[in-house]
């Protein structure tokens, strides 16, 4: 189903694709060296926007038209985005503690392509053994003369500065996580100004780009943007890292080709559901897609248009499969009280609606539930996310808001009846325990 | 005059120099003054405002804005289920009552010893070895109820200095979200993430 790019060298070699010796041994930083002794800027600009590369960070925007908006002003500033938090992804942790070089050699590339000397990677703070592996991959690159002073004998200089966040999804977010660089509450921006492009880390131009985006760097320069775009049979070029999680025999990362069928990957990437239960839905992109479930999506191609078509998103590429003894205003309830957690405070609609929210989905999952609640949670997430669609119609500064509305959208859509049952019922007719629904046979 | 020895003044310099701008220095400085008294005190943010020329107040309102900044004092093992929606499905919610159960220590609160935090927490990008448990930041997958309960009881009884992420998945883990493939010495010595940012210098006079 693919062609393995980013995760070639951890499946080749297991015990060691993260030591510099392995990277170099297997034609490690030769791309970076190549970039910054032999390429211009717009060599580079170009040749990563003929790639077709999609940002991986959830919004999938196209990275070398990102990085040819980037304003003529200096300093301008690179700020990798490791704040991996939206549920069900974990896809950068892997790549950040099996093959930090590779990150790092995009880094020196990404940096040089954008004549940035202060690059800083922004990684969760939950994320200690990560942010390790990839700070040693720091230090053996700083001593190799791969970053800091004179790169590579050039004499481009790169400061890479690895920075641990403090547990708040929000910060991922990329305004968000520029305040946070800068020592601020992380606090998205309000707009304008539209794009970090434009005014970013510290008001300066800055490019915001997620680990698995930059990962893919080195790899479009070493086949050659033609190759890299042509290897994927999808019009989603390159290769997409997608975390499967829930209830499927084989969870974990694969790394695959865009233009399967959610069938094929819940199915046969996924191994199917445990004890082969039914399907019940699943949510396609990172929790704040909306769901998907089998009647109507199955047998849907994955693409980024094919599923923005659908209403929902590829987003950070996380699977999270629910089988069909799953209470779905519990899945729900969950996936609100998240947001709600998470939500910065600026807005009003986000701040008050998503905490409403997750306190009318627990009574009913209680039995507390009163036979307007469903009408009430659709009045609440349409003072969120005007229309309740996907897209969103913003009344907040960022997404996080809307995206609580996206289970809410499973709800009045597909289970409407679900709801009703446990309203009429006095409490959820599901096993409270699923201590063993995720455990493979 | 600084409260810190001049062993913890140094890392803050070194901290501190890994920034264009000072202000930017604040979210490891405040791990850096975690550090040293075990939770953030008011005095280390008053220590923290000096090194960045801002009041405290200022700096108060940073932390109080991230979860990781614990302004009370936790156990000397904070243990962290993930009860976000992949490891809900798995069975997180029992996960965290059999460790609450087995420790006495009801989720959010810390046991009169000051051993054992026990808190919930939301997803922490493990979802493919759901059920996952942190120990100070240390990563255990594919826990059960009874391997949480397991786990509990260690700490209380094995105490250890050091916490160790392999040596915990291989005690009370299961399945994980990919191969770990090599295990690490060390570990996490506090309720804080085990990170010193010290390896990096910024070069010459930029």
Not at chain 1, 322 to 345: K, P
Not at chain 2, 19 to 34: F, T
Request: glycine share 10%; proline share 6%; hydrophobic share 40%.
């Amino acid at each position: 189903m693919s062609t393995l790019i980013v995760t070639r060298r951890m499946n080749e070699h297991p015990t060691d694709s993260h030591t510099i010796d392995r990277y170099i041994a297997t034609g490690g930083y030769e791309q970076a060296r190549r970039a910054v002794t032999t390429l211009t800027r717009d060599e580079l600009v170009e040749e990563v926007k003929a790639s077709g590369l999609l940002g991986r960070g959830g919004a999938a925007f196209s990275a070398g038209l990102k990085w040819s908006f980037l304003a003529p002003e200096r300093p301008a500033y690179l700020v990798v985005n490791g704040d991996e938090s939206e549920p069900g992804t974990f896809k950068d942790r892997q790549l950040l503690e099996r093959d930090p070089h590779q990150l790092v050699e995009g880094i020196i590339i990404a940096a040089y392509a954008n004549e940035v000397h202060h690059a800083f990677v922004y990684i969760r703070g939950e994320y200690a053994k990560p942010a390790r592996r990839l700070q040693q991959a720091v230090d053996e690159a700083y001593a190799r003369g791969f970053l800091g002073r004179n790169v590579f004998g050039s004499g481009y200089d790169l400061e890479l500065t690895v920075h641990l966040g403090a547990g708040a999804y929000i910060c991922g977010e990329e305004t968000a996580l520029i305040n946070s660089l800068e020592g601020k509450r992380g606090e998205p921006r309000l707009k304008p100004p539209y794009f970090p492009a434009a005014k970013g880390l510290y008001m300066k131009p800055t490019i915001v780009n997620n680990v698995e985006t930059i990962s893919n760097i080195p790899h479009i320069l070493a086949m050659g943007a033609p190759r890299y775009a042509e290897v994927s049979p999808s019009p989603d070029t390159g290769t997409f890292l997608m975390s499967l999680s829930g209830h499927v025999r084989k969870p974990g990362n694969y790394e695959v080709f865009h233009g399967i069928t959610w069938r094929e990957l819940i199915y046969e990437v996924g191994g199917g559901i445990p004890e082969d239960r039914g399907l019940k839905a699943w949510i396609p992109g990172g929790a704040s897609a909306p769901w998907f479930v089998p009647e109507l999506h199955l047998d849907m191609e994955i693409t980024k248009d094919a599923v923005a078509g659908a209403g929902s998103m590829i987003g950070s590429g996380a699977v999270i499969v629910m089988d069909e003894d799953t209470c779905v205003v519990r899945a729900a309830e969950r996936v609100v009280r998240f947001y709600a957690h998470e939500s910065c405070g600026q807005c009003t609609p986000c701040r008050e609606g998503t905490t409403w929210m997750e306190m009318i989905l627990r009574r009913i999952e209680e039995g507390q539930g009163r036979a307007i609640d469903l009408d009430l949670l659709i009045d609440v997430s349409d003072g969120i996310s005007v229309g309740l669609n996907w897209p969103p119609k913003m009344t907040t500064i960022c997404p996080l808001g809307p995206s609580a509305v996206s289970p809410v959208i499973a709800l009045k859509e597909y289970f409407r009846d679900e709801v009703d049952a446990h309203v009429r019922n006095g409490g959820c007719p599901f096993p409270r325990s699923r201590a063993h629904a995720g455990v493979s046979e | 005059m600084s409260v810190w020895s001049e062993e913890v003044q140094e890392r803050a310099r070194a901290i501190v120099a890994r920034y264009p701008e000072k202000r930017s220095a604040i979210m490891p400085l405040l791990y850096l003054a975690m550090s040293v008294d075990g939770y953030l005190t008011d005095e280390g943010m008053e220590e923290v405002a000096r090194w960045v020329d801002l009041t405290p107040a200022q700096v108060l309102s940073v932390a109080s804005f991230y979860s990781m900044y614990k302004r009370e004092r936790t156990g000397k093992y904070l243990v962290s289920c993930c009860t976000s929606i992949s490891c809900m499905l798995a069975g997180g919610d029992d996960v965290l009552a059999a460790m609450e159960d087995e420790s006495g220590v009801p989720d959010g609160e810390t046991d009169e010893e000051g051993l054992l935090t026990v808190e919930h927490v939301e997803c922490i990008g493990s979802c493919g070895g759901a059920v996952a448990v942190q120990v100070n930041y240390e990563l255990i997958e594919g826990v059960t109820p009874e391997k949480g309960r397991a786990l509990v009881r260690w700490l209380k009884e094995a105490r250890p200095e050091v916490v160790n992420t392999d040596e915990m998945q291989t005690l009370f883990g299961s399945r994980t979200s990919f191969d770990w493939a090599v295990k690490e010495e060390g570990g996490a010595v506090g309720p804080y993430p085990a990170f010193q940012p010290l390896g990096t210098v910024r070069g010459g006079d930029e």
